[in-house]
């Protein structure tokens, strides 16, 4: 019996979650733009699909993302609007979590708003998936329970692959004077950011309290909006999930050298005109990238002045607070083809700061990718950022019940749907969540909650989070309890760190 009630609060929940209730009713609201008819869903007032720039297509594509145009009728806004264009695979997710339509139509953005709500703190998420994939309607990310908890939770979607980081020499002479180029992405994240500070106050929500939050390759573009002076005073915080921070960036002589070649992999000439370009088929630009490579900022001196690392080791950042960290498992992004070619790359500092798996390649492995992609910089960028506004440092190693023994960690990605607690709306998945599952879940989506509301993070169920600083080096772990850790991987860190830090 209870696992009947469980797949039919399941598919209750994924029916919400799809736009599609038991039981809902129109709601209207004027934005900007025009009125836009959502859903009220109990306590939730729902939009989906909401444009907040003008459709980047034609002689709009590789352009900075332009005003939104107006409509005078009211526009339907109940169902999620498609993804950016991306590869995707019918019935089966790709990386970036997607099943759906895509287009190059696709600057919308999604908001759950409490219902009645005046001056609520605001969260807006940029999703992960390599900067090539993803979407803001993916099910772990519906933000009902954010908005339950009184945030206004708002979900945007940006440019992907080579529609949203390319740079070309026609593109270059092409712009406008004073309009920034390459980074598509962020300026579209930066556009949203804009509509939110236009038109979230309509909605509820307090344009002066906004959070910013994404995972993985969201995370970085997080990190990329607190290096970016476009950005500053756009947001009052940031959470950084699996983010990094220590990447390279091409500059963008080097990134318009690589447009060239992708232009000539595509038929056309070395010197492309921009109508040339612009007349690219996009389901060839998305075919171009060879298997799940993810894109990163480019350094145009515009939008991006510098990269993440350099702009925290100088100080340059936004002075706004900060949760950051990653999971036990990051090395779930690494092929177990890759480990011994990974190792032969790692100097003989690092490997013996491992002994403890040192006789075991693939442990060894997965321990140092661990470590250099997410946590050692996580800890550098929290480190860095203490210095000019608090930050809080976390590790994610929580395992739901019945993966445990069945895997080496918590994934990268698997922190998501406890930030959001939807656990219990993923297909195909609530039937395995337990009581200890949803319990963790609310605990961390509690941190995350009370983050937004006071700017620190106070977790029900867990003791005190203490700020984080180099010389106490504490972090939040949340494993199968939530618990301070001080000194946490210490010895490993500072070797990564002394061998690969910037």
């Given at each position: ?393 976390y590790y994610f190693s929580y395992v739901r019940v019945v993966r445990r023994g069945k895997i ?16 219990m709306g993923i297909p195909n998945y609530a039937d395995q969540i337990q009581a200890e599952d ?65």
């Amino acid at each position: 019996m209870t696992r009947i009630l469980t797949t039919l609060m399941a598919v209750a929940l994924a029916s919400l979650y799809a736009g599609v209730t038991l039981a809902d009713t129109a709601v209207t609201m004027r934005t900007g733009n025009g009125a836009v008819v959502g859903r009220e869903v109990g306590d939730i007032d729902v939009f989906k699909g909401v444009p907040f720039a003008a459709p980047p297509v034609g002689p709009l594509r590789w352009r900075a993302p332009q005003p939104a145009l107006a409509w005078t009728t009211p526009r339907d806004a109940s169902a999620y609007g498609p993804a950016c264009p991306q590869t995707t695979y019918p019935g089966t997710p790709n990386a970036g979590g997607y099943v759906g339509p895509t287009s190059e139509d696709c600057l919308n953005l999604n908001i759950w708003a409490p219902k009645g709500a005046h001056k609520a703190p605001v969260m807006v998420w940029i999703f992960g998936g390599g900067n090539v994939a993803g979407a803001n309607s993916i099910p772990p990310n519906d933000g009902s329970a954010f908005a339950r908890d009184g945030i206004v939770l708002v979900s945007v979607n940006y440019r992907l692959g080579a529609l949203g980081f390319f740079a070309h020499p026609a593109l270059t002479k092409a712009a406008p004077a004073g309009e920034p180029v390459a980074n598509y992405a962020i300026m579209d994240q930066i556009a949203a950011l804009n509509w939110v500070q236009r038109n979230i106050k309509r909605f509820g929500g307090d344009p002066g309290n906004v959070t910013i939050f994404g995972e993985s390759a969201g995370g970085q573009d997080v990190l990329t909006l607190m290096a970016s002076p476009a950005a500053r005073g756009l947001f009052a915080k940031a959470t950084v999930q699996s983010g990094g921070g220590w990447g390279t960036a091409p500059n963008l002589a080097e990134a318009e050298a690589r447009g060239v070649a992708l232009a000539q992999k595509l038929g056309l000439p070395a010197d492309a005109s921009a109508d040339q370009l612009r007349a690219l088929p996009v389901a060839a630009l998305v075919g171009a990238g060879q298997g799940f490579q993810g894109v990163s900022p480019i350094v145009d001196g515009r939008i991006v002045t510098e990269t993440v690392a350099q702009a925290f080791a100088r100080g340059e950042q936004a002075p706004v607070p900060l949760i950051i960290g990653a999971n036990s498992d990051e090395a779930s992004l690494l092929p177990s083809a890759s480990y011994l070619a990974y190792l032969a790359n790692q100097s003989p500092t690092v490997v013996a700061a491992y002994p403890d798996v040192a006789a075991d390649p693939a442990k060894l492995a997965r321990a140092i990718f661990d470590d250099e992609a997410m946590g050692a910089p996580a800890r550098w960028i929290a480190g860095h950022q203490s210095a000019k506004a608090p930050a809080w440092l976390y590790y994610f190693s929580y395992v739901r019940v019945v993966r445990r023994g069945k895997i080496p960690g918590a994934n990268h990605t698997s922190e998501n749907p406890y930030v959001f607690d939807t656990q219990m709306g993923i297909p195909n998945y609530a039937d395995q969540i337990q009581a200890e599952d949803r319990a963790m879940a609310a605990l961390v989506h509690s941190c995350w909650v009370s983050f937004a509301k006071t700017g620190a993070p106070v977790c029900r169920g867990a003791p005190a989070w203490p700020a984080y600083s180099p010389a106490g080096d504490q972090l939040m772990e949340f494993g199968l309890a939530a618990d301070v850790r001080a000194n946490f991987r210490k010895s490993q860190r500072d070797a990564v760190e002394k061998a690969v830090g910037p």
